[in-house]
């Protein structure tokens, strides 16, 4: 069974501090991506990541930075978390062909207090 | 700009009936369009993908129609089940990304 899994179902962090989202997927696929999801606003992509070690960013990456250092994992992080990075983020990846499903993570409930 | 439309209401119906939802789209041309659905607090799951050249598509109780002059989808399931009941995304390819509607909140009620 295919399977996105993301490092945390909720977290709680404080203003100013670095947060790391991981997310790893065991589909071998090409293409990774990092959203948030705010009620009304639906999925907004941060930043994607086609091959280990590229990136691009989305329609939102003020305030976020990712790495991916293996084809299996790729990390968002918050360099100095705000309150208005309180949101659902979602890890999602898919074959190179972008014709593919995005096949998604549980996602990661973040509150920054 | 490219934009997508999704009724951002409820749609409330009966056991049994055919839900319809609706995804409309303009500044697009999209070479294709695919539907996900979303139960609270989880990531959304693919279901279907409909081509340009492919008026309609069918997955067991699912229906997709997909009318490029219309610039819209409708996705139908029928038959429906209060399993059913979730917030179902459209999502449309711009350049190298998907572009997902805010979803649209079916509710099956017995």
Known sequence: DVKVTQSSRYLVKRTGEKVFLECVQDMDHENMFWYRQDPGLGLRLIYFSYDVKMKEKGDIPEGYSVSREKKERFSLILESASTNQTSMYLCASTYSDRTYEQYFGPGTRLTVT | ?110
């Open chain 2, 1 to 110: 700009s490219q934009k997508i439309e999704q009724n951002s209401e409820a749609l409330n119906i009966q056991e049994g009936k055919t839900a319809t939802l609706t995804c409309n789209y303009t500044n697009y041309s999209p070479a294709y369009l695919q539907w996900y659905r979303q139960d609270p607090g989880r990531g959304p799951v693919f279901l279907l993908l409909i081509r340009e050249n492919e008026k309609e598509k069918r997955k067991e109780r699912l229906k997709v129609t997909f009318d490029t002059t219309l610039k819209q989808s409708l996705f139908h399931i029928t038959a429906s089940q209060p399993a059913d009941s979730a917030t179902y995304l459209c999502a449309l390819p711009n350049t190298d990304k998907l572009i997902f509607g805010t979803g649209t909140r079916l509710q099956v009620f017995p």
